[in-house]
């Protein structure tokens, strides 16, 4: 912003300067203006020089009074800098940007300065700290830059105009002077008028040169009526035809007092005022009366526009009263805290009743506007900041479980086609119970993330009913079908010719069948053990067919239980541990007979542990058996 600064004074500057070479003595033609008795004399305030300084009067006052600043925030500055760019009046505009660039630096600063400050609480230091501001920021800036160039542009563009103007009119000087200076044609009154008709429409000259100009003119003008006697019969009657004119310009100057739009007054007299500046000399006797009349009816209006202003005096200082008390009532809020969006909302109703009370007042005193103004809007901001602040620090939260809430939709998903029903139940529900815990989520996606979450959760278990149908249909298929078999084996063993064989193929029968309801299995497997127990009562089994028909047997009972190849899985284990046990027993054995002596008594001990050691070796041979019937399942 400093460097903009400086640019625009170096501008104001360059401008300066071109004008200051322009200064320039008087015309040569003023200092030889003939004094003749018939010369019209330049009043020393003329209607043009009035006329220019109530314009500039009047526009300053327009420029104040039309727009107070002090009332924008900074996307109604960035409007009012764009419409001031496009309406193409740069130099006449450059007070009012300032202004309003003036009043979004302000913003622009505090916005830097907070920036600076969460940089600074968040870590950071201060000379790391880059603050590049908002696109809205860059926007105005830019816009300020474009309307600096066009300014610079358009100054250009005018100085460059005026150096025309001025040459032009140096140009109708020479003509002037050479028909001043020439002799007398039938055709020079014409000529003259041709001349006078020109020099009005060439527009404005540098100013430095302006006043050189204008003498020059009126003293060769004087010079062409003075000293051609033969055309002053004409002259005094252009004379009094530019009297007339004049006068009726001060009656329609006279009649603007009646006009009850006093801006619209002040434009109307601006282009009377115009309109008399060249309209040309009237006789003198007439010229100072008619020039009090003209200014007389000027100041009328003039008057009407101050008193106009100074009965609105009263006026703005009860607006700001007004304003004084919205601004203690928006004091209340400055220290506003809370953790519910609800109580925030409140306040902030509360907060935009105020400021359009704000807004429904009219302006107040210019002296006091500016402070009033960033006493009231420094509130104002201060409170949304915290609001800001608030729902930043909510957003962060709500972010967070977002990020959870997508990571027990993704678990919950994945367990869509499970048929793991227990363990998948318990899992989901365990996710149901950190869903209700999560917190806020996201406005714009809660609804989205909970439905995808519930339809997860939904389609598990109405896949899971709609199995626990169909299961506890087999289920009880399954127990009447053992129920069947309890019964067929209850039966074979009152008959004659029970064979170890059929009673294996109805074991294995019985263990073919799946499951049955959870109530009904142990009512099932103590029927199914007393028919078996009743089968074997009537088998004539003896010895080792026994040992292994009983122990194949129970691994055929084994395979009814759900756990079946855990279990049998265990068994081989115990039964390899047992042989490894034996048969390291018989080689320590056998290593030791080789130690016993000669002798009655150690020859008893020998016979012992050959005993074991056979004994051992039996078993073995047992085990292995068994182990290679578990492998046979």
Not at 439 to 461: I, V, W
Not at 546 to 568: E, G, H, I, M, T
């Amino acid at each position: 912003m400093d460097k903009d600064k400086e640019m625009s004074e170096k501008e104001d500057k360059v401008t300066e300067d071109l004008v200051d070479k322009q200064e320039s003595g008087l015309q040569a033609d003023a200092e030889q203006k003939e004094e003749t008795p018939e010369k019209e004399e330049i009043p020393e305030k003329t209607p043009e020089n009035e006329a220019n300084a109530e314009e500039t009067e009047e526009d300053d006052q327009e420029d104040e009074d039309t727009v107070d600043y002090n009332n924008f925030d900074k996307p109604q500055l960035l409007k009012a800098l764009k419409e001031i760019v496009s309406q193409q009046h740069f130099i006449k505009s450059d007070a009012l940007v300032q202004e309003i660039k003036n009043h979004y630096e302000e913003y622009y600063q505090k916005e830097k300065d907070l920036a600076l400050q969460q940089f600074i609480a968040e870590g950071g230091e201060e000379e790391g700290f880059d603050y590049r501001g908002l696109d809205e920021d860059r926007e105005f800036f830019a816009t300020y830059q474009q309307f600096k160039d066009k300014r610079h542009q358009q100054i250009k563009e005018l100085e460059r105009s005026k150096e025309k103007n001025a040459q032009e009119k140096n140009q109708i000087l020479d003509r002037l002077r050479s028909l001043v200076d020439g002799e007398e044609t039938t055709n020079s009154i014409e000529t003259i008028k041709k001349i006078q008709e020109e020099w009005k429409k060439i527009g404005p000259v540098p100013h430095n040169q302006n006043k050189n100009l204008w003498a020059s003119y009126n003293a060769l003008m004087d010079r062409f009526y003075d000293n051609r006697s033969i055309y002053f019969e004409l002259k005094e009657l252009d004379r009094k035809k530019n009297l007339e004119s004049k006068l009726e310009l001060c009656e329609k100057a006279e009649a603007l007092s009646e006009q009850e739009d006093i801006k619209e007054a002040i434009k109307s007299l601006n282009d009377l005022h115009e309109d008399f500046k060249h309209i040309g000399p009237v006789p003198r006797e007439e010229q100072e009366a008619l020039w009090q009349r003209f200014k007389g009816a000027s100041d009328a209006i003039y008057n009407k526009r101050k008193a106009y202003y100074d009965s609105q005096k009263e006026v703005f200082k009860a607006n700001q009263d007004l304003k004084v008390k919205l601004i203690e009532k928006l004091d209340a809020f400055k220290a506003f805290k809370a953790e519910k969006i609800r109580d925030w909302n409140i306040k902030t109703k509360e907060i935009l009743a105020i400021q359009k009370e704000w807004e429904a007042i009219g302006p107040v005193p210019r002296e006091s506007g500016k402070e009033i103004n960033k006493t009231f809007w420094g509130l104002f901001k201060q409170f949304f900041q915290h609001k800001n602040q608030f729902f930043k620090e909510l957003d962060e939260v709500r972010h967070q479980n977002k990020e959870k809430a997508e990571k027990l939709i993704a678990d919950a998903e994945s367990h869509l086609e499970s048929t793991d029903w227990k363990e998948t139940s318990n899992h989901l529900i365990q996710l149901q119970k950190e869903w209700k815990e999560l917190g806020p989520l996201p406005e714009k996606f809660r609804d989205s993330l909970y439905g995808r979450f519930k339809k997860a959760c939904d389609t598990f278990f109405d896949n899971r009913r709609s199995a626990n149908k169909e299961t506890n249909k087999a289920f009880e298929e399954n127990l009447a079908a053992k129920e069947a078999v309890c019964a067929q084996i209850t039966a074979a063993a009152d008959k004659e010719g029970s064979s170890p064989e059929n009673l294996e193929s109805l074991i294995q029968q019985f263990n073919e069948i799946g499951f049955v309801p959870r109530k009904n299995m142990k009512e099932i497997s103590a029927k199914f053990n007393d028919a078996v127990n009743a089968y074997l009562s009537q088998l004539d089994l003896e010895g080792e067919s026994k040992d292994d028909f009983l122990f194949r047997l129970n691994l055929n009972k084994l395979q009814a239980d759900p756990n079946s190849n855990k279990v049998l899985n265990k068994k081989e284990h115990g039964i390899r541990k047992q042989i490894s046990d034996l048969e390291n027993n018989i080689t320590l054995w056998r290593n030791n007979l080789e130690f016993f002596a000669s002798s009655k008594t150690a020859d008893k001990l020998k016979d012992q542990f050959e005993e074991k050691i056979d004994k051992a070796e039996q078993e073995v041979d047992k085990l292995k058996k068994k182990l290679s019937i578990i492998r046979e399942f």
